[in-house]
């Protein structure tokens, strides 16, 4: 019996040693195949990206057309002085056809500008802050004047509170 033992015990040393051999060769492979799909899917695929990227047209610059100068008085508390705005605007459109199909339509953008701008209060256009909600108002509102066209942004050229 103790014979057994020990025979028992020699056989069940050697068989860590081949597992550990199995485990390392398993990661080896793993580590392999890991590397390789790194390569593939990382250092290939950016040169077909590259050259992709490289073929694909320059974006075309936008247009723009230009507002006419506007002048308005801005409310005031009775016996303030009055206030006055003054703003050159342009209108930033994607595409250069787009420019002839608004320009027909300025007088109304005009009208719309000046009856939205003359509620304003001094207060409203403090800051930067005040001027990015004037500019995305107008925006909202140039856009439903000339719908189906489209304008991108309202710029500013001058803006003068005095």
Request: charged share 25%.
């Amino acid at each position: 019996m103790a014979d057994e033992e020990k025979e028992g015990a020699a056989e069940a040393a050697p068989a860590p040693k081949g597992k550990l051999k199995l485990i390392i060769a398993v990661v080896a492979v793993l580590a392999i195949a890991g590397g390789g799909a790194t390569w593939f899917f990382f250092l290939r695929g950016h040169g077909e990206d590259a050259q992709a990227h490289a073929e694909a047209p320059p974006p075309k610059p936008p247009a723009y057309v230009e507002v006419p100068d506007l002048l308005v008085n801005l409310i005031g508390l009775p016996g303030e002085r009055v206030q006055y705005l003054k703003a050159k605007i342009v209108l930033e459109v994607k595409e250069e056809k787009q420019v002839e199909a608004i320009k027909p339509s300025l007088p109304r953008v005009t009208d719309i500008f000046q009856t939205y701008m003359r509620e304003l209060r001094p207060s409203d256009l403090n800051g930067s802050a005040g001027l990015f909600r004037l500019k995305e108002d107008l925006t909202r509102r140039v856009n439903a004047a000339v719908a189906p066209n489209q304008v991108s942004a309202v710029l500013f050229k001058e803006v003068v509170i005095q």
